[in-house]
């Protein structure tokens, strides 16, 4: 498939900058250094201006307020180049890739009771639905995974392969579970009675809410009692854990290697970096901004929409306070040097 870059403009509301070419199209996307005269690219930081200068790509998306002066490609001006970029992606090739068949592999297992519309729904080799089970229009199962009793599968989620659902899972609409990811398993709840460790059992479920994405190998464990709930528009990427009863708000970010022990609480619209770690009973407010190896030790107030509140550190506290308290060790071998200058002055007046 390809794209006259005449038409790209009208369909982008872009604003051209330099003369565009008649016979110009677009067929693949690619970074301003790698990119050739069929490629569309963007820019989107000064630190790329160089490869910007340099490219040969036959078309670069830039934000409607560049002021560069560059005359040797075509520049389309829009609100947003990452997600024209992205949008221009998923029409060259989301619509080249054939649709996933509907039916149920032969062999799939599927209970007798299950509940879904075989012309609708899409189940993968060697994948198992076991009894009780709903599932919504459009839903694609992956080969080899594991979907427990009495799970629900909202309309248009799809699951890759390998992806384990335990009992009573319920998953909202327009869910992407990644590979190997768990759903449901048991919290890792232990009491020690003076001479073991006792198992203590889960009874709860978990609740994925509408257009969530789950990256790979990512587990979310069931509650002791009650839900494990992730809200609407959270997506989560992959290796991270979150423990039994946590509650994660709407529209998240947590990134990967995050961990999040038993029944903490994220507000909405809050951002973990790599490998943060919260504690558990822990409460963090909306608009929250973690940065990456803080652990969490008490609550956080958060912030607001016009100023997110950022975090940082072991425990973790207001990210500004927390530099300063980073580079006052750094000072310590001028000080000392000062210090001693002082002292053999003083010695010599004496």
């Not at 520049?75 to 024209?84: E, F, G, R, T, Y």
């Not at 839900?227 to 854990?241: A, C, H, P, S």
């Not at 509140?309 to 750094?330: L, N, S, W």
Request: proline fraction near 4%.
């Amino acid at each position: 498939m390809q794209i006259e870059i005449r038409e790209l403009v009208e369909r982008l509301d872009a604003e051209p900058v330099n003369a565009l070419p008649s016979d110009g199209f677009i067929n693949a996307l690619a970074s301003l250094s790698d990119a050739g005269k069929n490629d569309l690219s963007f820019f989107h930081h000064g630190r790329y201006l160089e490869d910007l200068k340099a490219t040969r790509a036959g078309a670069v998306l830039v934000s409607r307020d560049f002021q560069e002066n560059i005359s040797h490609v075509p520049i389309l001006k829009v609100d947003s180049p990452s997600l024209a970029f992205d949008a221009v992606g998923r029409e060259l090739f989301m619509a080249a890739m054939p649709a996933g068949a509907h039916g149920v592999h032969p062999s799939a297992v599927v209970a007798d009771d299950v509940e879904f519309d075989p012309e609708k729904v899409s189940i993968g080799a060697n994948a198992v639905v076991a009894s009780s089970v709903v599932i919504g229009d459009g839903v694609c199962i992956g080969s080899g995974s594991s979907i427990g009793r009495s799970c629900r599968i909202g309309n248009g989620s799809f699951l890759h392969p390998n992806v384990t659902l335990y009992d009573r899972t319920e998953i909202g609409s327009g869910v992407i579970l990644h590979a190997g990811v768990v759903l449901g398993s048991d919290g890792f709840g232990f009491e020690f009675d003076g001479a073991q460790h006792r198992k203590i059992e889960h009874f709860g479920f978990v609740r994925i809410d509408d257009d969530v994405e789950i990256g790979a190998n990512t587990t979310i464990d069931r509650g002791r009692f009650g839900e494990t709930r992730v809200g609407e528009g959270t997506k989560i990427d992959n290796l991270v854990q979150i423990g039994h009863n946590v509650s994660i708000g709407r529209h998240c970010i947590i990134v990967a290697d995050s961990a999040l022990a038993g029944s903490c609480q994220l507000g909405d619209y809050v951002t973990l970096a790599a490998q943060v770690g919260i504690a558990g009973h822990i409460e963090i407010g909306s608009y929250s901004v973690l940065t990456a190896r803080s652990g969490v030790t008490k609550n956080l107030s958060g912030g607001t929409p016009q100023q997110p509140a950022f975090y940082a550190g072991f425990p973790a506290g207001p990210a500004e306070r927390v530099r300063k308290e980073m580079v006052y060790p750094r000072k310590v071998p001028d000080i000392l040097r000062r210090l001693k200058d002082v002292e053999q002055g003083s010695q010599r007046n004496s």
